[in-house]
């Protein structure tokens, strides 16, 4: 029986393979491959094989570093595979062998090391303060008593008295005790200086103070011109320069024979006559201050004894103390006179 074909039923439907949906081409694909290439293809070229390349060498070294740490711990020491890699823009790529330390195993051995350098030092220790801390009869010695430990030698006393080399002193030595000078007192060049007036000094005259002959001051003074020639004449003396107002002593002892502040040239002066191992020695000391005077015409005095005090007066240029000595041969050089009546 035959069933007649009606125009409600669904006719059957038959994909034909060129009306199949297909997928967009990528834009790459889009360029004309007739056209030409232009610097935007280009670009888009070059980042194309760029990402390849850096995911590939991404890939790469994280295959490699997984294969490294996943050595077992009981292999210290194991030699790294060869990788090759093969890629469209990559040739393969041949590694040499290596020797790489394990890392589990690297740390281990540290702290092991650390832990025995511990113990050793804790032990080390705990012996010093063993043998520190115990007496020695507890640890198997001898302990020493006082009369032991301080008493001599046995060789000592039996060495005779001819050999010992040592100064025994004899029994029969007493001890005196030393007579010492009252009022004995000690003082320094400044201080002598100060005591004098004298401002400028420049050491201290090495004389006994119960010498026969002094120098003028206590202590050594500058000179500022000497005995000899100056400006075209003969300077017959020293000018000493101590600073005005400085006392001036007698050189040795002896008479007075002028002591006037009327002494033309020499303005307040004072003339000394002397005798000096039995010669007649004459001193002048002139350009004293005014009203310092401390001596009178005849009076004997002693060495060492205070004339005046430094001045300005008379045919005087500044503060000093113009000083003659004349002896039996005329006026000499004061210094040096001096230095020779003076010297040990």
Known sequence: MTVPRTHDAAPEVRLRRDRIAKPEPHAASLVDKNRPLTRADLRRRRAASSS????QSVRTSEEERIRTVSIPASEAVTETETVSTTSASHPATVRSPRMTLSAPAGNHARRV??????IGALVVAGTFTVGMTFPAAVVGGQALGAATRYSAPAQAAQVPDDQIQAFVTPGEVRTETLDRQSGFSVASTADIAAVAGIRHFTGSNPVDPDAAVQWPFPVG????SNYGPRGGRQHEGADFTPGEGAEIQAIAGGVVRIATEQGGAFGVTVYIEHVVDGQTVFSRYAHMQYGSLKV????????GQKLGLVGNTGRSFGAHLHLEITTDDGKVNPVAWLQEKTRD
């Open 113 to 118: 090391s650390r832990k025995l350098a511990a």
């Open 52 to 55: 390849a390349v850096s995911e």
């Open 296 to 303: 009178f015409e005849g009076q004997n005095i002693g060495a």
């Open 221 to 224: 003074v500058p000179t500022s």
